[in-house]
T-cell receptor
Framework: KNEVEQSPQNLTAQEGEFITINCSYSVGISALHWLQQHPGGGIVSLFMLSSGKKKHGRLIATINIQEKHSSLHITASHPRDSAVYICAVPSGAGSYQLTFGKGTKLSVIP | DAGVTQSPTHLIKTRGQQVTLRCSPKSGHDTVSWYQQALGQGPQFIFQYYEEEERQRGNFPDRFSGHQFPNYSSELNVNALLLGDSALYLC?????????????FGPGTRLTVT
């Protein structure tokens, strides 16, 4: 079964700072998901990526399949970015089940 | 496109009762997955439905059952509710694209068992 590790667990940043959240997994995968969850809220899919890099607004996600590692970057962070960011990967080769990281709680202070 | 919708938003039940949660997938999606997220924890996979059949199941007891209809919508049923079943229940819909599959999550149903 795939093991997912995220770092850091908690992150406090000043508004405008560049933020990086990391995710490592143990079993080779076809695609990785980055998700966002606001307190008490549902989950929003940010990215699904299988190689390289994707960008959406101020969010950038990268993945290195060989190193089994992905990063989520937020440029010019804003208080509305405060949320839990979760990395998720298939539980195993060919599995339809997602295994989730424990999440990174981000707080952006004005 | 309304995206993934779930109903109800919130629900309060008593121990021993039964509950049914509903999910309508995003337009064009044929696969529905259900997850349970206890407070302060990450989501746990319950099961996935495709072509009206349970395709894969996580480590949940038989009290948790589901169904998928011909229009791809889905229901999650939980029998003999326990206090520990209190959680946010998330539905995610997907379809296979290229490598991997992009899952879209609904807003969730918050179930409280008293």
């Amino acid at each position: 079964k795939n093991e997912v590790e995220q770092s850091p667990q908690n992150l406090t940043a000043q508004e405008g700072e560049f933020i990086t959240i990391n995710c490592s997994y143990s079993v080779g995968i076809s695609a990785l998901h980055w998700l966002q969850q606001h307190p008490g809220g549902g989950i929003v899919s940010l990215f699904m990526l299988s190689s390289g890099k994707k960008k959406h607004g101020r969010l950038i996600a990268t993945i290195n399949i060989q190193e089994k590692h992905s990063s989520l970057h937020i440029t010019a962070s804003h208080p509305r970015d405060s949320a839990v960011y979760i990395c998720a990967v298939p539980s195993g080769a060919g599995s339809y089940q997602l295994t989730f990281g424990k999440g990174t709680k981000l707080s952006v202070i004005p | 496109d309304a995206g993934v919708t779930q109903s109800p938003t919130h629900l309060i039940k008593t121990r021993g009762q039964q509950v049914t949660l509903r999910c309508s997938p995003k337009s064009g999606h044929d696969t529905v997955s259900w997850y349970q997220q206890a407070l302060g924890q990450g989501p746990q996979f319950i099961f996935q439905y495709y072509e009206e059949e349970e395709r894969q199941r996580g480590n949940f007891p038989d009290r948790f059952s589901g169904h998928q209809f011909p229009n791809y919508s889905s229901e999650l049923n939980v029998n003999a509710l326990l206090l520990g079943d209190s959680a946010l229940y998330l539905c995610a819909s997907s379809h296979v694209i290229d490598r991997g599959y992009e899952q879209y999550f609904g807003p969730g149903t918050r179930l409280t068992v008293t």
